[in-house]
């Protein structure tokens, strides 16, 4: 079957009988290099016939022929000019810039002006250059006589050039069968099928692959935290990602001179906080200096850092001394300086719980994690004694994993009176942090951490939108 284009071209010749390449590349506006195409696809097909092929000299319009032939000739422009009247000839230079000269030289040599003391005058009604005309035939590939030819050269309007001319004759009508989409009865009955060919499906091309919209799968596996932590009854709570070392240390009995402060543990940041609570400075102060035994410097406390624990969000509320009963947690990013890789970045998220009530103790403090981590789809978990400076007792947990057996997933525990009691909270609590990207990883089949950061377009439209877990 032939193409619209084949069908365009096989008419054109049909009309014309016989025609050449350069006839049917100006007349249906086509480059020559497709005409050829079309041309000998044509006649391999048995459509028409090449009656010769030969090269020729041709004339071609040069870029300024072009822009003459749309734009106007000098003398052109100058004769409109002139058509209201005479004009000085520093007008008319300042209208026609660069083309002055041309125009003026052009218009001598045809006697279409007369100049006297500094004016030009028209002799003509209205002008028309008859390169125009001589130009449009070049283009249309017809021939020109030698002086034509030596005109429009000596102005750069054309050059020569050796072309590929075909000659073509036209031979036989195209089949007019068109491609049959259905097949109906009616078309088998009859019979009238043959007439027709088959449109070809490829079966095993793929639909259009439409992208739509959805949230980063870390995102979500955020978000769903979230929602198992509200529907255990915890309100959330949020604070900043600088930090007072305050807040992420000393109010969580971390002495200032413990390592986990030290530069390589926590990223500084210039500047300095403000607390205003004189109180409490004063008896977080008291509690380190009389357990710690050592000065207790304001100045270290006020100094800045990124966050490296969400246990500083905890800090800040039992700063607010919290009512009894009290549940809130806090999701966020922590930093700490790591050498980075595909289990270690240095900005990840945490999951710390705070809960203050009256008659709280260890025990339900891991049966309260016990329904977090199920909440989260680890159905086991155990615990193992540990120590953090903040709580007492403390406990790691470990969660299981199939194929991985058992993972370490929070740190937990009571907290110390020396936390509780300097911010005026004398109810037992309980508090405990919970690393989500290693979990995260685990169940949405993370092996490079980096992975649960990526913004990789195609990466993350690959992913599987999780309907539950
Ligand atoms: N903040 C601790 C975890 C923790 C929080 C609260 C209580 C006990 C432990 C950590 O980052 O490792």
Redesign the pocket.
């Known amino acids: 079957m032939l193409s619209e284009l084949e069908l365009r071209v096989l008419s054109f010749i049909k009309d014309k009988g016989v025609t050449s390449s350069t006839e049917i590349s100006a007349s249906l506006g086509l480059p020559k290099s497709s005409v050829f195409s079309v041309v000998y696809h044509l006649a391999s097909e048995g459509y028409v016939r090449i009656v010769s092929t030969k090269k020729e000299r041709k004339l071609v319009l040069t870029e300024e022929g072009e822009t003459r032939l749309k734009a106007g000739f000098p003398e052109e422009k100058l004769l409109k000019i002139l058509s209201r009247g005479p004009v000085k000839v520093q007008e008319a230079k300042d209208v026609l810039g660069k083309d002055f000269e041309i125009a003026m030289s052009w218009a001598k040599k045809r006697g279409l002006i007369n100049i006297q003391r500094g004016e030009i005058t028209s002799l003509v009604q209205t002008y028309k250059a008859p390169e125009r005309e001589l130009l449009e035939k070049a283009k249309r590939g017809e021939r020109l006589g030698v002086d034509e030819v030596s005109l429009l050269k000596g102005r750069n309007l054309v050059e020569e050039k050796e072309e590929t001319e075909i000659e073509v004759e036209f031979l036989r009508e195209p089949e007019l069968r068109s491609a049959l989409l259905f097949l109906t009865p009616e078309l088998i009955r009859s019979g009238e099928w043959r007439k027709y060919e088959f449109k070809k499906f490829n079966v095993r091309a793929l639909p259009p692959y439409v992208p739509i919209g959805k949230k980063h799968y870390f995102r979500e596996f955020i978000e769903r935290a979230k929602e198992v932590m509200i529907s255990l009854g915890f309100s959330e709570v949020k604070s900043d990602y600088v930090e007072m070392e305050f807040y992420n240390f000393d109010m969580l009995f971390q002495p200032q001179d413990h390592p986990a402060r030290e530069i390589h543990d926590s990223f500084r940041v210039e500047g300095k906080g403000e607390i205003k609570d004189e109180e409490l400075l004063k008896k977080v102060k008291e509690v380190h200096e009389k357990w710690w035994n050592y000065k207790w410097d304001q100045e270290v406390a006020l100094r800045l850092v990124m966050r490296s624990?969400t246990?500083a969000t905890?800090a800040r509320v039992l700063s607010t001394s919290p009512k009894p009963p009290a549940r809130v947690f806090t999701i966020g990013k922590v930093f700490r300086p790591d050498a980075i890789d595909a289990t270690h970045l240095i900005e990840f998220h945490?999951l710390?719980g705070l809960i203050v009530e009256e008659d709280f103790n260890l025990r339900k403090l891991l049966g309260v994690l016990k329904e977090i981590f199920a909440g989260l789809g680890i159905k086991e978990i155990k615990f193992k004694p540990a120590y953090?400076p903040?709580?007492e007792p403390?406990v790691e947990v470990y969660g299981w994993i199939d194929r991985l057996g058992w993972v370490e997933m929070a740190?937990?525990?009571l907290l110390r009176p020396e936390v509780t009691e300097p911010a005026g909270v004398y109810s037992p609590a309980g508090?405990?942090?919970l690393g989500l990207d290693r979990l995260a990883m685990l169940f949405l089949g993370v092996k490079d951490i980096r992975d649960l950061y990526s913004d990789d377009i195609e990466f993350l439209r690959s992913r599987k939108v999780e309907a539950q877990w």
């Open positions: 624990q246990t905890t945490q710390d953090f903040f709580t403390s740190g937990a525990g508090a405990w942090g």
